[in-house]
């Protein structure tokens, strides 16, 4: 069968990301998310085709997704449909709904419509507990888990169900646990500061990233191309892996963004201290899996953001909103 992909929570920063790589890649794929505006998809690929297939729902609804996934028969499935940590802590109750049983809902069509093939979720560096958890030592795969928000709480229990759908019914799974990442399109969570100090720092804005100490960086492209090599991948597995990223102390980020627009550490601040999660991943075994895959190294990825950035000021289309929250 060709492949044919569905990607959920198409409309998101990652999920706009995705669909760019399968689109550069030329593989067929069907758009599934609540909104049907694809604003970031639109900045990232203003070239896109109008007749994009895209389907819109609930996906906390198994109705909804058994329909879309018997009505296009996609292969795999890339699923990012989530609400972020900003909108699980205040409402845990719609949290769980959207991102337990949204997962859990992919999963029972992957079990009932055997054309899917495998399912590649989006959990998360949040299931990691705080650097001193693990002794300080780097954090591997299959280290305890410790998340200390509701968000995270819900990406273990995403990884405890992918398990036991391979176990009892043979769904094939890879989950991937990304840490902050970055590039044009990422306006949303505490983590969305490193991109948004990027764009002030174009701009020659003062901005203050809410958090300080180390940090995992990775740039979208990356993440993005992560996501769609385990969906094209054809092994049958149940998989869950690190995505370590660079690691580097946020004062050397701000500095990174000095040296090429001087004055930028004049007006980017840090408050707060670090995020409680360990950043220091091992991420051996997702490089064993997937030999080929290449990290863009952070003074490149700043690069192709400032210059994705760039392009949309000089289009007249970069939104300023997320500087002004």
């Known amino acids: 069968m060709a492949e ?3 990607v959920t929570g198409a409309s998101g920063f990652l999920g706009a990301w995705v669909v760019r790589e399968l689109y550069e890649r030329g593989v067929p ?4 998310d609540r909104d049907p505006e694809l604003r970031r998809l639109d900045d990232l690929l203003p070239e896109r085709p109008l007749d994009i297939p895209v389907e819109t729902g609930d ?7 058994l329909d879309v996934t018997r009505k296009h028969e996609p292969t795999a499935v890339i699923h990012l449909a989530a609400l972020q940590m900003p909108f699980c802590r205040p409402n845990p109750m719609l949290g769980a709904r959207v991102n337990v049983l949204g997962t859990l809902t992919v999963f029972e069509a992957a079990r009932q419509l055997h054309s899917i093939e495998k399912i590649v979720y989006a959990s998360s560096a949040a299931v990691i507990g705080p650097e001193q958890f693990y002794g300080g030592k780097s954090v591997a795969n299959d ?12 990406k273990q229990a995403n990884e405890g ?18 840490w902050t990442v970055y590039g044009l399109g990422r306006d949303q969570g505490l983590t969305s500061d490193a991109t948004r100090a990027i764009k002030a720092a174009l701009l020659g804005r003062e901005y203050t990233i809410r958090y300080s100490g180390r940090n995992a960086l990775q740039f ?7 996501f769609v090599e385990c969906a094209l991948d054809r092994r049958q597995v149940q998989k ?3 995505l370590r990223g660079r690691v580097v102390e946020m004062q050397d980020f701000i500095a990174e963004l000095d040296r090429r627009l001087p004055g930028a550490a004049d007006r980017i601040r840090l ?4 995020i409680p999660v360990a950043c220091d991943l091992d991420d051996t075994e997702f490089r064993a899996f997937l030999p080929n895959w290449r990290e863009t190294p952070l003074d490149e990825g700043v690069d192709r953001t400032f210059a994705d950035f760039r392009r949309l000021q000089q289009a007249g289309k970069l939104s300023v909103a997320d500087l002004e929250e």
Do not use: W
């Open 220 to 226: 979208a492209g990356d993440v993005a191309a992560a």
């Open 240 to 242: 869950v892996f690190n």
């Open 29 to 32: 794929f069907v758009l599934f």
């Open 143 to 154: 280290a305890p888990l410790a998340p200390a928000t509701h968000y995270g709480v819900f």
């Open 59 to 65: 996906i906390a609804d198994l109705d909804t997704v």
């Open 4 to 6: 044919k992909i569905l």
């Open 161 to 178: 169900a992918a398990r036991v759908y391979f176990q009892d019914h043979g769904v094939s799974s890879i989950g991937l646990r990304p």
């Open 271 to 274: 408050s707060g201290g670090p």
